[in-house]
């Protein structure tokens, strides 16, 4: 938010340097980004940043620039003549308080004026002199330049009228400034209309201080100076107007306040408050809207001004038959709004109505129909509060930002209706001249309770460490406006009216001692040393879990990916075959997604990292992914909370490695790939009893999937997609024939099975035997029972177990198959021998051979 020095200075007195309060503003928490000037004195600026023993300066952009106090002044036009060379230029007849001049401009806005002799009011201008410093009005950006001496189609010209650009007020360029007429001749202009401009970032919980007056009353706390709050009074001497308001949900909008004024007359609004609009960040209109956009930044409170006639034509045409309605939007009901756009409202949207239909959008903008135009002669006035989401919700949806919705979505109290109105009928008075009828219609049916929260000195030293009387909290606090009683050590403090931010019980204690530091000053507060006791630390020993088979994985040469828990049910469909019945369990629909494609909370953690691959593939040949994250299943239990239950998710597409400049496997990944990846995993997890077992699965191929158990409890399935789900998917060119290969893991029963202890073993003394063996077994028997019975004959002496070749052909016989085995024999105790060797193979072929059928290959 922009804030004029000049507008925060009718309400506080400032007697500290711009630079300093910006400082003294910012460790109160608004947090001031830039300073801009414009036109005052800048040459003390750096100096005044450290003018107290240490740096007092904000972390504020400075820009702007001075105007020459003797050579930028206040002038008057008496008489604009023709040039006799340009048809574009017109001369000037100008006094600067001192001498007359002859001055040249292009200014559009003094053509309606040339050759009409001698005027009869003097227009009132900004004038540089030979030698100022102003900005090129024809240049992009700002470029200072030095007036000097020239001639222009045969005219000498050394000085000039000003626009805005010229002096850094606006981007406006396209006529001279135009003064109210009570302008002082000869002023110096850094006196007039110099200022200095503070931008402000506004934070949720300071939605109180998103007006000028808000900020004073900041800035009286902070500086210890008293408010001169502004009386909220109006000349009204019309007389009173008829109209009914209907809340019908008052939780969405709890005051609706009506003002008329009758008789104006639209015409543009006085330059010394279009300058301050301008300033502000806001463009003038006409002196009506500029009314309310004045109001609204000086109160903070947003208004709407309707044209009253239109709406009692609305009525049939009788203004005591006014009756005005705020109630949500009925289905598919439409409303043009100010920016000429036809908008389909939601039910949850807020208008406001009369019996004919829909006005404007409640707390963002106003309807087309009943706008101010150039007939308007007569207004009604609207202030009103509305719930602060709702309001941040329908400006969201509509993707209709405003300055009445940037203040009603951070909260506005209903306190400021009233004041507000009255302020906004009285500018319009002064500016239109209208006169103000007598009275409002307030209807007021949720007023809202204003905390009175305690607070003594030992909860200020607890948080603060800091030593404060109750009579110095007290101190504090009225500064800010609260209402404050003493009772001994016990500080009651009731919330003033326009604040929303302080809470009840221990979170209005814990806001009354964030005030009191702010105001104590931060940079004051002491360093100590943390005096309560800290708690016992409690592990969380899934959590410990997780990490570590994350760190596994990643380890394993995977990327861990994150994706949103929402999605729809036909994005998730595409993860099993198309002939293959839909997903039976019910999915958790969100009441108001944020998107379409965001609907439900989603059943598979694998359809995620699918659409990640899917979507990476374009850019990356190789891809090793994985997530860890919830999946969301409805509760048995009517009304219950969702069933959450942990997955891990992964996805292999593309070359074992990149090309290189070395030699490297750019064979695709295939089944054994993603089984060495989760082998690796439960290994290094110490997962006991873990077996892979062949599996039909309607998301994997047939004959490439197999799910794991430890012991008869499944963990999960794996495999190659099935072509038919791979189809599904969008897949590059690249890509074409290349396996996609994933894994479907129950996390919940994986970290059930890790062992919090687990042994280990000292590094061998005792050399190890190298021996391989050939076995030639049936084609159906996996090669993992054969290496797990090795293992279990060979007991502890038995340090490793590797297939390395699988043979299939005529000299091992049909259905038949040779598995090699790399044995690796190694005793904890002793040098085994090889007659120690020869007794454990023994015994190991006699089993093999006994319980599997399974011969040494000759």
């Given at each position: 938010?922009?804030?004029?020095?000049?507008?925060?200075?009718?309400?506080v007195?400032?007697?500290?340097?711009?630079?300093?309060?910006?400082?003294?503003?910012?460790?109160?928490?608004?947090?001031v980004?830039?300073?801009?000037?414009?036109?005052?004195?800048?040459?003390?600026?750096?100096a005044?940043?450290?003018?107290?023993?240490?740096?007092?300066?904000?972390?504020?952009?400075?820009?702007?620039?001075?105007?020459?106090?003797?050579?930028?002044?206040?002038?008057?036009?008496?008489?604009?003549?023709?040039?006799?060379?340009?048809?574009?230029?017109?001369?000037?007849?100008?006094?600067?308080?001192?001498?007359?001049?002859?001055?040249?401009?292009?200014?559009?806005?003094?053509?309606?004026?040339?050759?009409?002799?001698p005027?009869?009011?003097?227009?009132?201008?900004?004038?540089?002199?030979?030698?100022?410093?102003?900005?090129?009005?024809?240049?992009?950006?700002?470029?200072?330049?030095?007036?000097?001496?020239?001639?222009?189609?045969?005219?000498e010209?050394?000085?000039?009228?000003?626009?805005?650009?010229?002096?850094?007020?606006?981007?406006?360029?396209?006529?001279?400034?135009?003064?109210?007429?009570?302008?002082?001749?000869?002023?110096?202009?850094?006196?007039?209309?110099?200022?200095?401009?503070?931008?402000?970032?506004?934070?949720?919980?300071?939605?109180?201080?998103?007006?000028?007056?808000?900020?004073?009353?900041?800035?009286?706390?902070?500086?210890?100076?008293?408010?001169?709050?502004?009386?909220?009074?109006?000349?009204?001497?019309?007389?009173?107007?008829?109209?009914?308001?209907?809340?019908?949900?008052?939780?969405?909008?709890?005051?609706?306040?009506?003002?008329?004024?009758?008789g104006?007359?639209?015409?543009?609004?006085?330059?010394?408050?279009?300058l301050?609009?301008?300033?502000?960040?806001?463009?003038?209109?006409?002196?009506?809207?500029?009314?309310?956009?004045?109001?609204?930044?000086?109160?903070?409170?947003?208004?709407?001004?309707?044209?009253?006639?239109?709406?009692?034509?609305?009525?049939?045409?009788?203004?005591?038959?006014?009756?005005?309605?705020?109630?949500?939007?009925?289905?598919?009901?439409?409303?043009?709004?100010?920016?000429?756009?036809?908008?389909?409202?939601?039910?949850?949207?807020?208008?406001?109505?009369?019996?004919?239909?829909?006005?404007?959008?409640?707390?963002?903008?106003?309807?087309?129909?009943?706008?101010?135009?150039?007939?308007?002669?007569?207004?009604?006035?609207?202030?009103?509060?509305?719930?602060?989401?709702?309001?941040?919700?329908?400006a969201?949806?509509?993707?209709?930002?405003?300055?009445?919705?940037?203040r009603?979505?951070?909260?506005?109290?209903?306190?400021?209706?009233?004041?507000?109105?009255?302020?906004?009928?009285?500018?319009?008075?002064?500016w239109?001249?209208?006169?103000?009828?007598?009275?409002?219609?307030?209807?007021?049916?949720?007023?809202?309770?204003?905390?009175?929260v305690?607070?003594?000195?030992?909860?200020?030293?607890?948080?603060?460490?800091?030593?404060?009387?109750a009579?110095?909290?007290?101190?504090?606090?009225?500064?800010?406006?609260?209402?404050?009683?003493?009772?001994?050590?016990?500080?009651?403090?009731?919330?003033?009216?326009?604040?929303?931010?302080?809470?009840?019980?221990?979170?209005?204690?814990?806001?009354?001692?964030?005030?009191?530091?702010?105001?104590?000053?931060?940079?004051?507060?002491?360093?100590?040393?943390?005096?309560?006791?800290?708690?016992?630390?409690?592990?969380?020993?899934?959590?410990?879990?997780?990490?570590?088979?994350?760190?596994?994985?990643?380890?394993?040469?995977?990327?861990?990916?994150?994706?949103?828990?929402l999605?729809?049910?036909?994005?998730?469909?595409?993860?099993?075959?198309?002939d293959?019945?839909?997903?039976?369990?019910?999915?958790?629909?969100?009441?108001?997604?944020?998107?379409?494609?965001?609907?439900?909370?989603?059943?598979?953690?694998l359809?995620?990292?699918?659409?990640?691959?899917?979507?990476?593939?374009?850019?990356?040949?190789?891809?090793?992914?994985?997530?860890?994250?919830?999946?969301?299943?409805?509760?048995?239990?009517?009304?219950?909370?969702?069933?959450?239950?942990?997955?891990?998710?992964?996805?292999?597409?593309?070359?074992?490695?990149?090309?290189?400049?070395?030699?490297a496997?750019?064979?695709?990944?295939?089944?054994?790939?993603?089984?060495?990846?989760?082998?690796?995993?439960?290994?290094?997890?110490?997962?006991?009893?873990?077996?892979?077992?062949?599996?039909?699965?309607?998301?994997?191929?047939?004959?490439?999937?197999?799910?794991?158990?430890?012991?008869?409890?499944?963990?999960?399935?794996?495999?190659?997609?099935?072509?038919?789900?791979?189809?599904?998917?969008?897949?590059?060119?690249?890509?074409?024939?290349?396996?996609?290969?994933?894994?479907?893991?129950?996390?919940?029963?994986?970290?059930e099975?890790?062992?919090?202890?687990?042994?280990?073993?000292?590094v061998?003394?005792?050399?190890?035997?190298?021996e391989?063996?050939?076995?030639?077994?049936?084609?159906?028997?996996?090669?993992?029972?054969?290496?797990?019975?090795?293992?279990?004959?060979?007991?502890?002496?038995?340090?490793?177990?590797?297939?390395?070749?699988?043979?299939?052909?005529?000299?091992?016989?049909?259905?038949?198959?040779?598995?090699?085995?790399?044995?690796?024999?190694?005793?904890?105790?002793?040098?085994?021998?090889?007659?120690?060797?020869?007794?454990?193979?023994?015994?190991?072929?006699?089993?093999?051979?006994?319980?599997?059928?399974?011969?040494?290959?000759?």
């Amino acid at each position: 938010m922009k804030v004029p020095i000049s507008w925060l200075k009718e309400f506080v007195d400032i007697d500290v340097p711009i630079p300093e309060l910006a400082y003294q503003m910012t460790l109160a928490g608004l947090e001031v980004e830039q300073i801009h000037y414009v036109g005052l004195p800048m040459s003390g600026t750096l100096a005044q940043m450290g003018a107290s023993g240490h740096a007092r300066k904000a972390d504020a952009k400075i820009s702007g620039f001075e105007w020459d106090r003797e050579k930028i002044v206040v002038a008057e036009v008496s008489e604009v003549m023709p040039h006799p060379n340009a048809d574009r230029l017109v001369l000037c007849k100008l006094n600067d308080g001192q001498q007359e001049h002859i001055v040249l401009t292009g200014a559009p806005n003094l053509f309606a004026f040339k050759g009409k002799g001698p005027l009869p009011k003097p227009l009132k201008v900004a004038y540089a002199m030979e030698g100022a410093q102003i900005y090129d009005g024809h240049a992009e950006g700002a470029q200072l330049v030095t007036l000097k001496r020239a001639k222009i189609r045969g005219v000498e010209s050394y000085s000039m009228a000003c626009s805005e650009k010229e002096l850094g007020i606006s981007d406006e360029h396209e006529g001279i400034i135009l003064f109210d007429d009570d302008a002082p001749l000869g002023a110096a202009l850094a006196d007039y209309i110099g200022d200095a401009v503070l931008e402000v970032s506004i934070l949720p919980s300071f939605a109180r201080c998103a007006s000028m007056l808000g900020v004073a009353r900041e800035v009286a706390a902070i500086l210890g100076k008293p408010l001169r709050t502004p009386e909220v009074s109006v000349t009204a001497e019309g007389e009173p107007f008829e109209a009914v308001i209907e809340i019908t949900r008052p939780e969405l909008n709890p005051r609706f306040v009506l003002g008329l004024v009758r008789g104006i007359t639209l015409r543009p609004s006085p330059y010394r408050v279009q300058l301050r609009l301008k300033l502000a960040g806001m463009r003038p209109i006409n002196n009506v809207v500029d009314a309310t956009n004045y109001a609204m930044l000086e109160s903070g409170q947003p208004l709407h001004a309707f044209d009253y006639d239109v709406l009692a034509g609305r009525a049939g045409g009788t203004a005591g038959k006014l009756k005005i309605i705020t109630r949500t939007a009925r289905a598919g009901e439409k409303l043009t709004t100010l920016d000429d756009v036809e908008r389909i409202l939601d039910e949850k949207t807020v208008l406001v109505c009369d019996a004919a239909g829909a006005l404007s959008i409640a707390g963002v903008m106003g309807g087309l129909e009943s706008e101010i135009s150039e007939k308007t002669t007569n207004i009604l006035l609207e202030g009103a509060a509305w719930n602060f989401i709702n309001i941040r919700k329908t400006a969201q949806a509509q993707n209709l930002p405003s300055e009445a919705s940037y203040r009603f979505s951070r909260g506005v109290h209903p306190a400021m209706a009233e004041r507000g109105v009255y302020l906004g009928l009285e500018l319009m008075r002064r500016w239109a001249g209208g006169v103000v009828a007598r009275g409002l219609i307030d209807n007021y049916p949720l007023p809202p309770v204003d905390p009175t929260v305690e607070v003594t000195p030992a909860d200020v030293k607890r948080w603060l460490g800091i030593e404060l009387s109750a009579a110095q909290i007290a101190e504090a606090l009225v500064r800010l406006e609260f209402k404050v009683a003493l009772d001994g050590e016990t500080v009651r403090a009731t919330t003033p009216d326009h604040r929303l931010d302080i809470g009840p019980g221990i979170t209005g204690v814990a806001d009354l001692v964030e005030e009191v530091a702010r105001i104590y000053g931060y940079d004051n507060l002491p360093e100590t040393r943390m005096a309560d006791e800290l708690p016992l630390q409690v592990g969380n020993p899934l959590l410990d879990k997780e990490e570590r088979l994350r760190d596994l994985l990643v380890y394993l040469g995977l990327q861990e990916v994150k994706n949103y828990r929402l999605t729809t049910p036909e994005r998730e469909a595409r993860r099993l075959r198309p002939d293959t019945p839909a997903d039976d369990k019910p999915y958790l629909r969100l009441t108001n997604p944020i998107s379409s494609d965001k609907a439900v909370m989603r059943h598979s953690v694998l359809a995620s990292v699918l659409e990640n691959a899917e979507w990476n593939a374009r850019f990356r040949a190789r891809l090793a992914l994985f997530e860890i994250g919830p999946i969301f299943l409805g509760s048995e239990d009517p009304g219950g909370l969702p069933d959450e239950f942990q997955r891990l998710a992964i996805v292999l597409c593309g070359p074992r490695s990149l090309p290189s400049w070395q030699p490297a496997d750019t064979a695709a990944m295939d089944f054994y790939d993603l089984k060495g990846i989760l082998d690796g995993l439960f290994d290094g997890l110490h997962l006991p009893a873990v077996r892979h077992e062949p599996v039909a699965h309607p998301g994997f191929h047939p004959g490439k999937c197999a799910r794991v158990l430890a012991g008869e409890r499944q963990i999960g399935v794996f495999g190659e997609l099935h072509p038919l789900v791979r189809e599904g998917y969008d897949w590059p060119v690249a890509a074409a024939g290349t396996p996609i290969l994933a894994a479907d893991l129950d996390l919940d029963a994986l970290l059930e099975q890790m062992p919090s202890l687990y042994a280990t073993a000292p590094v061998p003394e005792y050399p190890p035997v190298l021996e391989d063996l050939a076995l030639v077994v049936n084609e159906d028997l996996p090669g993992e029972r054969v290496a797990e019975l090795i293992r279990q004959t060979g007991g502890r002496v038995v340090a490793e177990v590797r297939l390395f070749d699988v043979y299939r052909g005529e000299k091992v016989g049909k259905g038949r198959k040779s598995l090699a085995y790399s044995i690796t024999y190694q005793a904890p105790d002793k040098t085994l021998t090889d007659r120690d060797v020869a007794g454990i193979r023994t015994r190991i072929l006699r089993r093999l051979e006994q319980e599997l059928g399974a011969v040494l290959r000759s």
